[in-house]
């Protein structure tokens, strides 16, 4: 596993390198935000004295620094890019779950808002249901009373003739006929 290392720890011991390095001319090789310092042969070669006095070090080892303290710079720069990013991103976040818990609140309270409701209408139905069990009830007994109303007041005789319950049939219509008459 690669560990990275802390952009400010890369640039210590970049200029930790350069100030060992102090001594021996250098050539800089830029790639992108990277600065690399190394030894230029091509410096010695052209009859630069090999042990340079601390003087003549001086614009060498000020040119590392500031190429040091540009690397430094940038790797701050972007780190401060990188944090403002994640700053962003950790609000964008936090507002799509504040977002998602209004939506889940709002789904809760519909619910319950549905569910009572379907208590209501159940209750509702089942009060109905009772009161048509009533009427059912009511309107069986009143059949039976009725039925058997009928099966007490008309009797049929086996030979077809139907009789009430005081006697025969002349006997009903005389007692119809003076119901009608009184009225």
Known sequence: MEQTKHPKAEALDQID?????AREPTTRIRTGNLVLLAADERVSAQGRNQNP?????WPDLLERVQG???YIRDVED???????HVQDLLRQVRADM???????LAAERETHEVHAQAIKLIQAAEDRAAAAEERAAAAEQMLQRIAETIDAEFVMQPGGQVTGQAGSTQDARARTS?????S
């Open 98 to 104: 504040d977002a998602a818990r209004a939506q889940v």
């Open 17 to 21: 390198a350069v100030a060992r390095d």
């Open 53 to 57: 006095s601390p003087v003549e070090r």
């Open 78 to 84: 972007r780190a401060q890019e990188q944090e403002t």
């Open 178 to 182: 003076a119901t009608r008459a009184a």
């Open 68 to 70: 040091a303290a540009r």
